[in-house]
Each structure stands twice: as structure tokens, then as C-alpha cells.
């Protein structure tokens, strides 16, 4: 199976900016997508196809992706951005859809 | 309004077995592909399992064998028939649509999930 590797948990001051890794390989040879979690909620898509933003999703949050890491930048980070982030691929080599181990994010 | 409501979780035995829905509204589900996804207590994200447009479905390593996936277009609802349920089960599980768009490979839509405690 394919494995995405990212930091347990980010911490950030309100206003600063929040950058989450996603670590895979050839990571950048695939799309990534990624999700923000909130307690107790479902999963929603804040990224998708690497770079592209869902309507309603703030423009401040953006992502890129190339060799072995995929990342996904808050900017101007807000009390409401705290959440667990997930990063998610399919892989067609072992035909599946991995996600990512998780990141927890703390705005201070 | 596009939503997926998920039932059927429940607490059941070591062994035992169980069945999830997920009903949709606002799409077809023959129109596009269902997945369930799943997450244990304190946890990350898990595939289980995708029922593809087509009719082909997919399932992970640790459900392969024990899960079934299907989907009821008169209904508008896809299923998880859970065999030989193990501890390592316990989770909450998501019910998602495949994007529509493009080649897909994400999820756009979910369920708020239901509860599934595998526990003597």
C-alpha cells in the first residue's frame, strides 16, 4: 500500500502562516487532495487536484505539490482554522485511496 | 440539497456482523462512485471500500474477504454488509461521493458517520 507521512501536529499564532508536509514517492507524480476535520464533524475537501480550490474555501488556504512533498499552506491563519488536515491520493499502482497519517493544527 | 445519511452502526460481538446504509439525496447514486471510510477512536482516515460507477468495486487489505459493498438504485442507497467483525473494526464510519469531475479520485461529499463498537 501506498504511505503518506505528515507531522503529528503545527502550531501557529493567529495572523501567521500554517504549512503542513505531506510526505510520499514520487508524491508529485500524483494528484493530491486535502481535507480539513473539525471535532466531532466529517472531513471536507479544502484542496483538491494539488492546487485547486472548492467554492467557499478561503483563498488563504493553497497547495502545492512536487518530487516527494505535497504541502498545504494556511495563510493569515484564524481561530476557525483549527482542525486535523488530512492529505489523500489514489494510487494506481496498488489501486487504492490512501490518505495521510494526519496533522493537527493549534492555533495559539 | 446534494447530503448522505448514514445508519446501522451499532455495538455487536467479536465475529458478529452488520449491516451499514448510506442514503443520498440531491444525486444519483448510480451516477457517480460511493466509497466508506472509516475512523477509529482518536485516529486517522481510513479507506474501506468503493463501489465504482460501473459496477466494479475495490476494497482495502484489512476488510478484503469480511466486507461487502453495494449499492440499491431504487433506493438511492449504498450498503456495507460487515462480516467476522474484529475489535480493530471499531470505528466510525463516513459514507463519500467520488468528485464528479475530471478523473475524481477525491471525495466531495460525506455522511456525518455512523458508529460501529466491535466488543464482548
Known amino acids: 500500500s501506498y504511505v503518506l507521512t505528515q507531522p503529528p501536529s503545527v502550531s501557529v499564532a493567529p495572523g501567521n502562516t500554517a504549512t503542513i508536509a505531506c510526505g510520499g514517492n514520487n508524491l508529485g507524480s500524483k494528484s493530491v487532495h486535502w481535507y480539513q476535520q473539525r471535532p466531532g464533524q466529517a472531513p471536507i475537501v479544502v484542496i483538491y487536484y494539488d492546487t485547486d480550490r472548492p467554492s467557499g474555501i478561503p483563498e488563504r488556504f493553497s497547495g502545492s505539490n512536487s518530487g516527494n512533498t505535497a504541502t498545504l499552506t494556511i495563510s493569515r491563519v484564524e481561530a476557525g482554522d483549527e482542525a486535523d488536515y488530512y492529505c489523500?491520493?489514489?494510487?494506481?499502482?496498488?489501486?487504492?485511496?490512501?490518505f495521510g497519517t494526519g496533522t493537527k493544527v493549534t492555533v495559539l | 440539497e446534494v447530503q448522505l445519511v448514514e445508519s446501522g452502526g451499532d455495538l455487536v460481538q467479536p465475529g458478529g456482523s452488520l449491516r451499514l446504509s448510506c442514503a443520498a439525496s440531491g444525486f444519483t447514486v448510480s451516477s457517480t462512485s460511493m466509497a466508506w471510510v472509516r475512523q477509529a477512536p482518536g485516529k486517522g482516515l481510513e479507506w474501506v471500500s468503493i463501489f465504482y460507477t460501473e459496477g466494479d468495486t475495490k476494497y482495502a487489505d484489512s476488510v478484503r474477504g469480511r466486507f461487502t459493498i453495494s449499492r440499491d438504485n431504487s433506493k438511492n442507497t449504498l450498503f456495507l454488509q460487515m462480516e467476522s467483525l474484529r475489535a480493530e473494526d471499531t470505528a466510525i464510519y463516513f459514507c463519500?461521493?467520488?468528485?464528479?469531475?475530471?478523473?475524481?479520485?477525491?471525495?466531495?461529499?460525506w455522511g456525518r458517520g455512523t458508529p460501529v463498537t466491535v466488543s464482548s
Open positions: 489523500q491520493v489514489w494510487d494506481s499502482v496498488s489501486d487504492v485511496y490512501a
Open positions: 463519500a461521493r467520488e468528485a464528479m469531475i475530471a478523473s475524481g479520485q477525491f471525495f466531495d461529499i
